[in-house]
């Protein structure tokens, strides 16, 4: 299964790469919101994991922009901010699951299955 990983914290997106392709994924990783978008247009993934909070472009506009693809991925939000808001924001751009930050690697492995 191919999966996106866009976060802009190096450490995290390095250890949830690790955590992934340790469970048989094929991962990809992407710094900003900006280069998220553009390896997703450029191949298809089946499941991109998101940070909501990406300078510039952030994550919400780019989980909105994935899933209003002709055969959008499944999206799934991650952030440090577990408040109702970014519950909210997550369920306004369509994301198919939510994980808060800091999480075990069973929790990311659990909000994967689909």
Same mark, same amino acid.
Not at 72 to 86: A, E, F, L, N, W
Not at 96 to 112: N, S
């Given at each position: 299964?191919?999966?996106?990983? =866009?976060?802009?914290?190096? %450490?995290?997106?390095?250890?949830?790469?690790?955590?992934?392709?340790?469970?048989?994924?094929?991962?990809?990783?992407?710094?900003?919101?900006?280069?998220?978008?553009?390896?997703?247009?450029?191949?298809?993934?089946?499941?991109?994991? =998101? +940070?909501?909070?990406?300078?510039?472009?952030?994550?919400?506009?780019?989980?909105?922009?994935?899933?209003?693809?002709?055969?959008?991925?499944?999206?799934?939000?991650?952030?440090?901010? +577990?408040?109702? %808001?970014?519950?909210?924001?997550?369920?306004?751009?369509?994301?198919?699951?939510?994980?808060?930050?800091?999480?075990?690697?069973?929790?990311?492995?659990?909000?994967?299955?689909?």
């Amino acid at each position: 299964m191919k999966l996106l990983i =866009v976060d802009d914290d190096l %450490h995290i997106r390095r250890l949830i790469g690790i955590y992934l392709r340790d469970a048989g994924f094929e991962v990809t990783e992407a710094a900003t919101g900006e280069e998220g978008l553009e390896i997703a247009q450029r191949e298809p993934f089946d499941i991109v994991l =998101v +940070d909501l909070i990406l300078p510039h472009y952030g994550g919400f506009r780019l989980c909105q922009k994935l899933k209003s693809a002709d055969s959008p991925p499944r999206v799934v939000i991650t952030t440090g901010d +577990d408040s109702q %808001h970014s519950r909210d924001l997550a369920d306004e751009a369509k994301a198919d699951a939510f994980l808060a930050k800091p999480f075990t690697r069973e929790q990311l492995l659990a909000a994967l299955q689909f």
